[in-house]
């Protein structure tokens, strides 16, 4: 982890314009409030070119995906390419409707994303490595590096493919992350709050390999430390707990 990432995101408070599914808008809003940045959600399409010229940053993310919305992500992702400013695409479950997949078929067509960030599942669909999920879940098993890498060769990107590890792909660099915690996956949105927070810490100075191995390590390392408080008994008491240590620094996560 790079603590200069963090400190800058703070200092600046970049904003991220999201244009994200309708379950996990407001735990991501405060989530990435909590972390440090600032999040807009602007989906119409008459103003997400506007919206996306002004941030510093663009979360694209299908997991509640319309047709109008999908014109919307578009005209945003262009507006913000055009712009050098960095554009993440997330693509929930796109294994697991031809809608879906039609859908991020031609967000890649007009838009090219600085990273794209998934499950097993969803990222291997990409570049049709078989894998089995479930809606939007990846239930199967198999060679995650190899999905990152070919993700980001194709595509010619950054590619995280998480999971009990993350596996990270910046082209010729292949990079891992252990940190975590099991909870995650019993709250809606936790990968969505990722890719917002990844979105923010790309607005950064530093490296690529460094913004996005600094965004997993740190949110793993968040979820640990709120898994750990003596007052979490499961989710519902681990979620407070989870925004709560986003707003932590550095050296208190890795000091636990």
Not at 212 to 227: K, N
């Amino acid at each position: 982890m790079n603590p200069n990432i963090i400190q800058e995101v703070r200092e600046n408070s970049p904003l991220i314009h999201h244009l994200t599914n309708q379950v996990v808008m407001n735990f991501t809003a405060n989530g990435l409030l909590s972390f440090g940045g600032a999040p807009v959600m602007a989906k119409a399409e008459e103003e997400a070119a506007e919206m996306a010229s002004a941030a510093d940053g663009v979360l694209l993310n299908i997991g509640t995906l319309t047709s109008v919305e999908l014109s919307a992500m578009i005209l945003a992702g262009k507006a913000a390419s055009e712009k050098g400013i960095p554009v993440v695409l997330d693509p929930v479950g796109v294994a697991a409707t031809s809608f879906r997949q039609s859908a991020v078929k031609r967000i890649l067509e007009e838009v090219k994303p600085t990273v794209i960030k998934g499950n097993a599942g969803e990222m291997a669909q990409l570049v049709q490595i078989p894998w089995e999920t479930r809606g939007v879940e990846s239930v199967g098993d198999g060679n995650a590096e190899e999905i990152a890498v070919k993700v980001a060769e194709v595509y010619e990107t950054a590619a995280v493919v998480t999971g009990e590890t993350d596996i990270i792909c910046t082209g010729n660099d292949v990079i891992s992350n252990e940190t975590g915690d099991p909870l995650l996956e019993k709250i809606t949105g936790a990968g969505c709050l990722l890719g917002s927070i990844l979105t923010a810490c790309l607005t950064t100075d530093e490296r690529i390999e460094e913004q996005v191995l600094t965004a997993v390590d740190f949110y793993g390392l968040a979820a640990e430390y709120a898994a750990s408080h003596d007052e979490v008994r499961g989710s519902g008491t681990f979620l407070p707990r989870f925004i709560d240590a986003l707003s932590l620094g550095p050296g208190t996560l890795e000091r636990r």
